[in-house]
Every structure is written in structure tokens, then in C-alpha cells.
């Protein structure tokens, strides 16, 4: 079973970068799909952020695309979200996941989420 | 593409059957999921393609729908239905997901 743990700081100040993790176990990243960040401010939807295939083809929201860039390392077997010139806007539940087939379509595996509050 | 859902909270008993509604601003083809999120936990996803049940998915659930209309139907709820519902579309090219606001399925 694929499993995804995000990691990152809780607390980011406005203006700063905000930079996550997620940590992919049961499946090297290098082989295959799609790995997406989706965030969920407090009580609200879903909202797409982003979507790397292992191929390292990026896809954006183009709501975010200005502030936001993805990555990944296939030798730790990690991707990674950085958003810049963070706001209290940027609050939420961030999520990793992975696609579910070769289309960056749906997303099959989450991980938990990790909470990232923007304050100073 | 903008995605809309309705109703915003839907309240229902226990064996009875609920039907909810996703709206694309244009057509999305059969490009659409449907998730379900519990308290405190990460969406679920449920119907992929509009209607292809995803593993393990019991067969109460369905999805139909085409272009810029689409279903959810859960035939005889239980009690761990009880959940939020989004849809979520994607594009071809450029390659783009949108979620749905979202339904509340709530004991009536």
C-alpha cells in the first residue's frame, strides 16, 4: 500500500516561504504517476495546488502558479512544495497525494496532511 | 473551468437514498471524480471517469453524468456515509484540476 507523510514547519510569518515535504513509502516516485499538493483552509473545500509527474512536469494552479513551485527527489524519494510571499490566505491543511493513473487526472493516495498556519 | 455543487447540504435518513449534483461551467467530457471526506480525514476517492466505482467502493455508490452534468447517488445510505462529497474535474491540456465547493450529507 502507498503511503505519503507530509512534513514542514506549522507556523510560517507572512511574506516568508512556506516549503513542505512529502515522504513517499511502498513505491519509488521515479517509476511512475503523478504526485500532487492539495490544500483545505479551515472549514473550507479543496483546492488544487500543483502536480509533478516523475518525469518532473509541473502543473499549476494558475491561481497560485506565481508563488508556487514543486519538485521532487527521487534519490529520498520525496517531493516538495515551496510557496512564497505566504499570507494568512495560505492557511490550511496541506495535502500530498498520488495520481492514480498515467494522467495527472485523480488522486488515488493521500497522505495525512500537516497543518500550516501563516501568522507572525 | 468552475465546478458547482448542490445542494450545499443534504439531510437524510438512514437507508434512504441520496442524490447529489455536480455542474461544470463547460464540458469536462467524462473527466470526474467524486471524493468523500470524513471528519479528520483525507478525501476518499470514490468514482473516477464519472462513474467506474474505485477499489473497494461499495456498489451503493454511483456516478453518472456526461459534459457538464453529473451524479452521485448513494442508493441506501449508512451510517459511515455521513461524510462531505467534492467533485473534481481535470483538463486534458493544460493540465488542470478543479474541485467542487462540496455537499454535506447529514443525518436527518
Known amino acids: 500500500q502507498v503511503q505519503l507523510q507530509e512534513s514542514g514547519p506549522g507556523l510560517v510569518k507572512p511574506s516568508e516561504t512556506l516549503s513542505l515535504t512529502c515522504t513517499v513509502s511502498?513505491?519509488?516516485?521515479?517509476?511512475?504517476?503523478?504526485w500532487g499538493w492539495i490544500r483545505q483552509a479551515p472549514g473550507q473545500g479543496l483546492e488544487w495546488i500543483g502536480t509533478i509527474s516523475h518525469r518532473e512536469s509541473t502543473y499549476y494552479n494558475p491561481f497560485l502558479q506565481s508563488r508556487v513551485t514543486i519538485s521532487l527527489d527521487t534519490s529520498k524519494n520525496q517531493f516538495f512544495l515551496r510557496v512564497t510571499s505566504v499570507a494568512a490566505t495560505d492557511t490550511a491543511l496541506y495535502y500530498c497525494?498520488?495520481?492514480?493513473?498515467?494522467?495527472?487526472?485523480?488522486?488515488?493516495?493521500w497522505g495525512l496532511g500537516t497543518l500550516v498556519t501563516v501568522s507572525s | 473551468i468552475v465546478m458547482t455543487q448542490s445542494p450545499a447540504t443534504l439531510s437524510v435518513s438512514p437507508g434512504e437514498r441520496a442524490t447529489l449534483s455536480c455542474r461544470a461551467s463547460q464540458s469536462v467530457r467524462t473527466n470526474l471524480a467524486w471524493y468523500q471526506q470524513k471528519p479528520g480525514q483525507a478525501p476518499r476517492l470514490l468514482i473516477y471517469s464519472a462513474s467506474t466505482r474505485a477499489t473497494g467502493v461499495p456498489a451503493r455508490f454511483s456516478g453518472s453524468g456526461s459534459e457538464t452534468e453529473f451524479t452521485l447517488t448513494i442508493s441506501s445510505l449508512q451510517s459511515e456515509d455521513f461524510a462531505v462529497y467534492y467533485c473534481?474535474?481535470?483538463?486534458?491540456?493544460?493540465?488542470?484540476?478543479?474541485f467542487g465547493p462540496g455537499t454535506k450529507v447529514d443525518i436527518k
Open positions: 497525494a498520488r495520481g492514480f493513473s498515467g494522467s495527472p487526472d485523480y488522486f488515488e493516495y
Open positions: 511502498n513505491y519509488f516516485i521515479g517509476s511512475g504517476f503523478y
Open positions: 473534481q474535474q481535470y483538463n486534458n491540456w493544460p493540465p488542470r484540476v478543479t
